[in-house]
């Protein structure tokens, strides 16, 4: 071997000498125990993050806004929904409403292991985690609670921060809440489809039901939509998408057989039941407008807290009769709607007309008109009290009267026959203020009975009386009786009824004369209940009925009179024909703003208020020209309401008499035999009414009778109509044919439109 050939061989041992200790290096690198070791240091530090992660995450204190938002129900009295008002269609219901069956098809569609498990599945969390950083988004299984703590305390955004937290927080919550409140939770808080949120909104949309009345067959077809809401929403769904849902209910069962939560043969039964068509929810249209509105502010009087209120879960079930309350809408449409044409008469552009029908004995509103409803009237015409209630107003003065054993300014004590002068323009004797009103049309009445002054609604009457009651006096009854003292000044006027009532107060009052003199503030919420801590909690309500502000005795003879307005007096021609018992009293406002009757018998109290309003700025106008007529009176188109809603409203059954703890009044039968009088003065018949009588009799008789001459003021109800006179005839002469448009009627009672609007007329 040459040289080279040496050097050669000992470069080639180099070579191969180097390359073994490369090797050797990799290999001492990477040897199985420092793979192993470096593998488990990577746990141990996962492990570690994972307990910092742990400790580190708290289960937030409440869950997130939009969570929580729930809607509110607003029911009927039979426990109809009426509406659901919010900014979201949830209403969170208490596991126990919700059938066992139903509850366990969403454990067997979700999660058949939820009751064993400890919150979390691993193995679909890791591949959900995987499937976001690959960018394929919502991929991946997950357990009812891991959805329950995406719903309600996360958000839906796909991140590992947040998948992460959702692991945290799962794994603490079913540890800290249980598995029943978690059910609850993920059933309440989890979407539907067609905007519904938790499954009473959802039974609501797709069967038209209520949660408890759910079957199993429509549970599991509410179980199978949560994974695509709407692709298996059957109405929207295409031809594979109904057979997916199908497949996914039937999945459902099949799960529950397994389970042992459904016997074969129960599953052998089910039939998929299709959904209803999609309906829009009820909402704040017409009445339903006024009525929300009007309940929350009932509400928010009792302390409920407005904020929290908005935000959703309460159920408010209302006194409202789904019958009474469409009998009074179309009452409204019959007597005044139906003769309104705003294109041809601006002025029927101009009537509103607003209704409060009680229950006396519960205190419960029945029935509520408003107005058009919302948009086209925001202002509630039930409970706006800008407008004068007129001669309603006047039978308040004689209780005040009788409650405070007022007597005349010669020392007469008043009773319903009492004697009173009636001349027109007669000056009040004894007030502050002079005060001389004129009468209707300006009629002339000589010595009259306060029955027979009720019946006609005589101004000069009630202002004397007003006077010797004591202004004071009248307001102090009139609030007790739930009339808003801070819109009564204490001047001669106010006993024309010129302060601004509501017909809800007018109702009220009204319906403390029917209580025998319990005072009534008429309520529309008759239950509110809310859900706290995932139990439903009902607020404490105060009772509609209170105490006796009246005496018994002075309630009845006021009811007593009031018969005698509807038998013989302005009210006659629309309400006297009627098969029940009934009383009440008509008004109309000074120029002819508003006009009123408000009436009652033994079981329902409805005040019925209309008013002249401008639709341009809502402005006080006059009614007069209303329908084609004249004046429009308390008589007229509130009365023809009146009466034809409580035909309706009581089924055509008379029911019971008043049962009247009274002597005195139209309502009460004459005496056979004549008994002391109340009253020194002379009070006969036919001086009572001066008028054109078919046949004289004396002005007065020789001996004053101890009760209105007949019980009524008139044996005669049909006396001659239309026509003024310095001297009415008897009772009074009536404003013409029901409908009619006369010239000079002195009363409301029959036509309805006359002229000469005077306040406090009728």
Known sequence: MGRAEARRARQGSARRAKRTEKKSGIRRLFTWKKILGAFLGVCLLGILGFVGLYLYVDVPTDGNADAKLQSN??????????????????????????????????????????????????????????????????????????????????????????????????????????????????????????????????????????????????????????????????????????????????????????????????????KFEIPKDPKPLPGLTGQSSYLVTEAKKELFAQGVDEKQFEAGGWTVTLGIDRKKQKDLEKAVQRKLSADLDPKTRKVDADAQLGATSVDPKTGHIVAMYGGAGYPKHYTNNATRADYQPASTF????????????????????????????????????GGDIPFAPPNEDEAQYGNISVQTATNNSVNAVFAQMGADVGLKNVKETAVKLGMDGSRMD?????????????????????????????????????????????????????????????????????????????????????????????AGKTGTSDDNKSAWFVGYTPKLVTAVGMFGESPKGGVQVSLKGTGGGGRVNGGGYPARVWADYTEAALNGNPGPDFDLDATLGAGVPPTPTPTPSDTPSPSASPSEKPSKSPSPTPSKPSTPPSTP????????????????????????????????????????????NKVNSVPGFN
């Open 709 to 752: 001459p007949s019980g009524r003021p008139s044996d005669d109800p049909s006396t001659p109509t239309g026509g003024t006179s310095s001297n009415p005839p008897n009772g009074g002469t009536q404003g013409g044919d029901a409908g009619g448009d006369t010239a000079g009627g002195t009363t409301d009672g029959t036509g309805g």
């Open 490 to 582: 204490v001047k001669p006027a106010m006993t024309l009824g010129t302060m601004g009532a509501s017909p809800l107060q007018m109702a009220g009052a009204y319906a403390t004369l029917d209580n025998h003199g319990k005072k009534v503030t008429p309520t529309l919420v008759a239950e509110a209940t809310h859900s706290v801590n995932g139990a439903e909690v009902k607020l404490p309500l105060k009772n509609p009925v209170g105490d006796q502000v009246l005496s018994r005795k002075t309630a009845d003879t006021l009811t007593s009179v009031l018969m005698g307005v509807v038998n013989d007096g302005t009210a006659s021609q629309a309400v006297k024909n009627t098969a029940y018992s009934a």
């Open 73 to 270: 129900v607003y029911k009927y009295s039979d426990g109809k929904v009426m509406a659901r008002v919010g900014r979201l269609n949830r209403e969170n219901v208490a596991l126990n409403r919700i059938p066992k069956d139903v509850q366990r098809s969403f454990v067997a569609a979700e999660n058949k292991t939820f009751y064993q498990d400890s919150g979390v599945d691993l193995k679909g969390t890791l591949r959900g985690i995987f499937n976001t950083l690959r960018g394929q988004g919502k991929q991946g299984g997950s357990t009812i609670t891991q959805q329950y703590v995406k719903n309600y305390y996360l958000s839906q955004e796909q991140t590992v921060s947040r998948k992460l937290q959702e692991i945290v927080i799962s794994l603490k919550v079913d540890n800290k809440l249980g598995k029943d409140k978690i059910l609850a939770g993920y059933i309440n808080t989890s979407y539907y489809g067609r905007g519904a949120y938790g499954i009473q909104a959802a039974a609501q949309a797709y069967f038209r039901k209520d949660v408890e009345k759910l079957t199993v067959s429509e549970g599991a077809y509410l179980a199978s939509l949560l994974q695509a809401p709407n692709q298996y929403d059957w109405t929207l769904a295409s031809p594979a998408g109904k057979k997916r849902v199908q497949e996914r209910w039937a999945y459902t069962l099949d799960n529950m057989v397994e389970m042992h939560w459904l016997s074969p043969q129960e599953r052998a039964k089910q």
């Open 394 to 429: 006047k039978p308040l003065i004689l209780a005040s009267a009788m409650e405070n054993n007022a007597v005349t300014h010669n020392g007469v004590p008043i009773t319903p026959n009492t004697v009173y002068d009636g001349h027109n323009r007669r000056p009040v004797v």
